[in-house]
């Protein structure tokens, strides 16, 4: 079973813009887990970045990180 080049295409524009669709996280949650990790050791974070790619994002932030060293 081949799909054409358009179903592809019409395939791939259709996920992205589902993947578009899902709500964006709260920033008053995400201030709030970063406040809760800070208290945690760096052990425990580097399990927390494999979670998923929103988290790794949000561990590795520039904001995190001045968070965490304060």
Do not use: H, Q
């Not at 809760?36 to 580097?46: D, N, Q, T, V």
């Amino acid at each position: 079973f081949i799909l054409s080049a358009k179903k592809k295409e019409k395939r791939t524009r259709d996920r992205k813009s589902r993947m578009e669709k899902k709500p964006k996280t709260n920033l008053v949650a995400e201030e709030a887990l970063m406040k809760i990790w800070a208290r945690f050791s760096l052990r425990s974070i580097a399990r927390f970045r494999s979670v998923c790619k929103e988290w790794k994002s949000m561990i590795d932030s520039d904001v995190f990180r001045d968070l965490y060293e304060s």
